[in-house]
């Protein structure tokens, strides 16, 4: 009696888990590692079959895709780190919003995106809006150069669909992280019918900027993108509100064209201040620069050292242009300046003079159609 007890027990306790293990779902039934990648592949295969736009993320790396130990520690830690797939897992909210998916183009701090990467970058933005299926480019990249790649995608990228740059300042670890709000808003403004052409944008902490005018102006705090003198052209709350109009060219409208890059030219930048000198300009130039970039003091501003310096430049036949340090304002064109052939970079900071100057010289080393090229972008 005992033994057939024993044997209905083992028998309703095999049925019992052959029961459960049936009425389990796949997913249920994978390890949590598993799970995770059939929602990466999931998401990374998004294609359109409903009425939402479709949008790519192509990843370059930065602080929004930076990790460390600490939760607290905002400062100390390592960008470029986490994944596309993870950066789109985080924010499972773009799904609801936009057929999303994501590409991996490099995976880096900001300060290593060299001339080479910006052409890739360019050349792949370029073909994925050249094709029906994808509505808009949102690209994730370190703050601290994104100006430069905005404004080069700004320049180059012939669509009108909407390019939009992205990042965070606090690490995806950081308790109060800003890139997954700043990335579903990025989603959220490249798939908007009324982002269409106007150029490449940049939005975070809420705001819609143009690449053209907008620049990092702090070292750590989140609210760093500003565009003091021209203003923002948009705010995010909840809704997408555009106030401003983008006056230079860009995009369709541009001269310069990303299918027909394959190398830039070299264009230094130089730092004016007290006690600088004309050797500055010769070793950029024995380095081989064909333009340079000089950041002067106030209205764009030489020392009569530096002043040397840049003629000498100029008569090897390399560019010079004039910036200014102040970080706003307009630079213009006066005086013996003009007389000596030293361009004005109208209201473009140094590092994007540097872009606008190194794509003029694929064209022309005229510094009349230079100057207008900083008259017109
Ligand atoms: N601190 C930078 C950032 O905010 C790092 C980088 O530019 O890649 O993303």
Redesign the pocket.
């Known amino acids: 009696m005992k033994t057939q007890r024993f044997l209905l027990l083992i028998l309703f306790t095999a049925l019992l888990l052959v029961f459960t293990g049936c009425s389990q779902s796949p997913e249920a039934k994978e390890s949590p590692k598993e799970k995770t990648q059939t929602q990466k592949v999931s998401s990374a295969s998004a294609s359109k079959k409903n009425d939402l736009p479709t949008i790519k993320i192509l990843a370059t790396?930065?602080?929004?895709a930076?990790a460390n130990k600490s939760k607290t520690s905002t400062t100390e830690y390592k960008?470029?780190v986490v994944g596309v797939e993870s950066l789109i897992e985080a924010v499972p909210e773009m799904k609801d919003i936009a057929n999303v998916s994501g590409e991996q183009v490099v995976n880096v701090?900001?300060?290593n995106i060299d001339n080479k990467t910006l052409l890739k970058l360019g050349k792949r933005v370029s073909k994925l809006l050249s094709s029906k299926d994808v509505d808009g480019i949102v690209v994730t990249h370190?703050?601290?150069?994104l100006e430069e790649t905005a404004y080069f995608l700004n320049l180059t990228v012939k669509s009108d669909k909407p390019i939009v740059v992205v990042?965070?300042?606090r690490p995806s670890t950081a308790i109060s992280a800003d890139g997954p709000s700043n990335l579903y808003n990025a989603v959220k403004v490249a798939g908007a019918q009324e982002a269409k052409g106007k150029g490449t944008l940049v939005v975070l902490n809420d705001r819609i900027a143009s690449a053209r005018y907008v620049t990092k102006t702090n070292t750590t705090a989140t609210d760093t993108f500003k565009s003091e003198e021209m203003g923002y052209i948009g705010t995010i709350a909840d809704d997408i509100y555009f106030h401003n109009e983008i006056t230079r060219k860009h995009t369709k409208d541009s001269e310069f064209s990303i299918s027909s890059l394959d190398k830039l030219p070299q264009v230094d930048i130089l730092y004016g201040y007290q006690n600088d000198g004309s050797y500055l300009f010769d070793a950029a130039v024995k380095a081989g620069a064909k333009g340079i970039v000089f950041a002067g003091s106030g209205n764009g501003s030489l020392s009569d050292a530096a002043e040397k310096g840049a003629v000498r430049a100029v008569k090897k036949g390399v560019t010079v242009v004039r910036s200014t340090r102040t970080g706003n304002g307009v630079v213009t064109s006066n005086g013996d300046y003009v007389k000596n052939d030293l361009l004005a970079s109208n209201s473009l900071n140094p590092q994007k003079a540097r872009i606008l100057l190194m794509l003029a010289l694929t064209k022309t080393d005229d510094p009349r159609k230079i100057q207008d090229y900083f008259n017109e972008y």
């Open positions: 790396g930065g602080t929004i930076g960008a470029g701090g900001s300060t370190g703050t601290d150069t990042g965070s300042m």
